[in-house]
């Protein structure tokens, strides 16, 4: 499966974006979705994940309380609606599908080798 990622833009600390992550190619109700992102010089961090079935959903720390992940798997598309950003939020974010597991549960979902696809990335800046 291809994974298109966009929405993403610059935006002022408390400002709102809504990412979009499109699968191409392969129906999204088959995968378990992830949001990761990763900034320049640092390693590739877990942000959110669905699980398949749109029951379960896994934040990092650092975002529970401001992001919301969800899926509409009759648009193919995945959503990480993104509120009271903060400068720490700036980064490239990637969206990421996984075939096996119908629910990694909040610990494997965090592993980025758990993920089979991952699509291109979409720039978000967060200026104070």
């Known amino acids: 499966v291809q994974l298109q990622a966009s929405g993403g833009g610059s935006v002022q600390a408390g400002g709102s974006l809504r990412l979009s992550c499109e699968a191409l190619g392969r129906p999204i109700s088959r995968y378990t979705l992830g949001w990761f992102r990763q900034v320049p010089g640092k390693e590739r961090e877990f942000v959110a994940a669905?699980?398949?079935?749109?029951?379960?959903?896994y934040y990092a720390d650092s975002v529970k309380g401001r992001f919301i992940m969800s899926r509409n798997d009759a648009k193919n598309t995945v959503n990480l609606q993104m509120n009271s950003l903060k400068p720490a939020d700036t980064g490239v974010y990637y969206c990421?599908?996984?075939?096996?597991?119908?629910?990694?549960?909040?610990?494997?979902?965090?592993?980025?080798?758990?993920?089979?696809?991952w699509g291109q990335g979409t720039l978000v800046t967060v200026s104070s």
């Open positions: 669905i699980s398949r079935s749109g029951g379960s959903t």
């Open positions: 990421a599908a996984d075939l096996e597991k119908s629910d990694p549960g909040p610990t494997l979902a965090t592993y980025k080798i758990g993920y089979d696809y």
